[in-house]
């Protein structure tokens, strides 16, 4: 007999089917009723026992967290709640789970508790339906891109150059850390390591995607990055995932277009398909309001936020314009912003973002033009002198999602960027390569997975949208 799964089976109307099951037990109740999930749906099916036919030492070992065989028989459900449930023929205890020691018992859990068995918290509603939509944008992403004529593009993840500017890398080394060889001046001498220079894991593909975009025309990468920042904020992670495309001959313009376009898809895609797991993350949020002061709510639902997104067009606006909107406003002049706002040059914080968002535009907003001395050097120089054709999209609660720009594609600019920031050209030259053999206007943003994630779920700690969160002293699991 085929094994179905709970999803199938709640949306059944073939009632007196037999059916085979496998799942683990969330709760017994009763001596009777089994509430079982199989990690298909946030919904659990309803297992109803003969328990007056069924041998005692079965019904002891029917304990939370113990996995479960079962065969019986679909029906329509009598009791409130389901439709259907398993009217149970037999029963087979396939893995014990001890009430006494297993830690995911039926009442509510701390999420700080629930990270520390981050093994074991994916059994819970909240883990499970954050990370069933996390897969779920995860296709969305692949779909999109490939529906629209992109190739996927696997950037190396330990690599030489820095392409952020940050210097906040992982070195990675086979040298001896106790006594590593030294060199005539005394220093660690990095060609006596396994690839012969200092290596590091990679905090963005970019460089590396603009190099196939100049050949394949549309690229994206997406896969694992790193930082090592030593931020213990709720969010930033030491490791996680980015999606980065770049496309050849687009400008700033076609980039803005692209990042809405494709928010917009993979937030719809999980809209229309995840309904069970957002309605669930939706009360969830809403529950967990009421609990705070009237002042730290949100002022959307989850889903409000989420179709506000996909619904409106997002508002492009300028640093400068932004600027002016953030000095003149209420709580600037009024002093309630932490950082406040008083000249043309000021890097934005996430409370500025935010406000022109949700209180000012009250659409997702699109800032471009940024001031050249606060971006990266790869950007493209305006005909001002101060500017680079900057982008970062910002969304309600969270602020910056989105940051790309239009890439520098004249040889002599990039050139000279990168001898004022003192970067080692030497390094880069494979970089500059592209700018002498067919340059091309280019461009490309990159867009932080965590971040899309934790949006869309709601999570307020971006530590509980990713399976085993790499934090500053925490890399347990």
């Not at 439709?83 to 006494?100: A, Q, R, Y």
């Not at 779909?143 to 500017?165: L, V």
């Not at 996680?240 to 494709?262: G, K, Q, R, T």
């Not at 009024?334 to 968002?357: M, P, T």
């Amino acid at each position: 007999m085929k094994r179905s799964n709970v999803a199938e089976l709640l949306s059944s109307d073939k009632f007196l089917q037999e059916v085979t099951l496998k799942g683990w037990v969330r709760t017994f109740r009763a001596n009777r009723f089994i509430a079982l999930n199989d990690g298909s749906t946030i919904n659990n099916i309803q297992c109803v026992v003969d328990f007056e036919n069924t041998d005692e030492r079965i019904l002891k070992r029917i304990t939370t967290g113990a996995a479960v065989a079962i065969k019986g028989t679909l029906v329509e459900s009598l009791g409130r709640g389901q439709n259907v449930e398993i009217k149970v023929s037999t029963i087979e205890i396939l893995g014990d789970s001890n009430p006494e020691e297993y830690p995911i018992q039926p009442k509510k859990h701390s999420f700080e508790f629930l990270r520390e068995n981050a093994h074991l918290r994916i059994r819970t509603n909240t883990f499970s339906a954050v990370m069933r939509l996390r897969s779920a944008l995860s296709f969305a992403v692949h779909n999109y891109f490939i529906k629209n004529g992109f190739y996927n593009f696997h950037a190396p993840i330990i690599t030489g150059s820095d392409a952020e500017g940050a210097g906040e890398m992982f070195n990675v080394t086979t040298l001896d850390i106790e006594n590593p060889p030294k060199n005539e001046d005394g220093n660690v001498d990095r060609t006596k390591d396994f690839f012969g220079k200092t290596t590091n894991l990679t905090v963005s593909g970019q460089l590396e995607a603009e190099t196939y975009a100049m050949a394949l025309g549309k690229v994206y990468t997406f896969g694992p990055t790193f930082r090592a920042e030593n931020s213990n904020t709720t969010r930033h992670l030491s490791e996680f995932w980015m999606i980065e495309p770049e496309v050849a001959f687009n400008n700033l313009d076609d980039n803005m277009d692209l990042a809405e376009d494709f928010i917009k898809s993979v937030i719809s895609y999980v809209l229309n398909n995840c309904k069970d797991d957002l309605a669930f993350l939706d009360n969830r949020l809403t529950q967990e309001d009421k609990s705070k002061p009237a002042a730290q709510r949100n002022e959307m639902s989850l889903l409000e936020k989420l179709n506000f997104v996909v619904e409106n067009n997002f508002k492009r606006v300028s640093y400068t314009e932004a600027i002016d909107i953030l000095r003149n406003c209420k709580p600037n002049k009024k002093k309630k912003f932490q950082y406040l706002i008083n000249e043309w040059g000021a890097d934005l914080q996430s409370e500025h973002e935010r406000f022109l968002v949700e209180k000012h535009f009250k659409c997702p907003v699109i800032l471009f033009d940024y001031p050249a001395n606060i971006k990266a050097f790869y950007m493209r120089l305006n005909e001002d002198g101060k500017t680079v054709r900057a982008m970062d999209v910002l969304f309600p609660g969270i602020g910056e999602i989105v940051g790309g720009s239009q890439r520098e594609e004249r040889l002599d600019v990039l050139k000279q960027k990168i001898d004022e920031l003192n970067i080692d050209e030497k390094e880069l030259w494979w970089y500059l390569d592209t700018r002498r053999f067919g340059t091309a206007v280019h461009s490309g943003f990159g867009l932080g997975f965590e971040r899309l994630v934790q949006f869309t779920t709601g999570m307020g700690n971006i530590r509980d949208v990713i399976p085993y969160p790499r934090t500053p002293q925490n890399a347990e699991f």
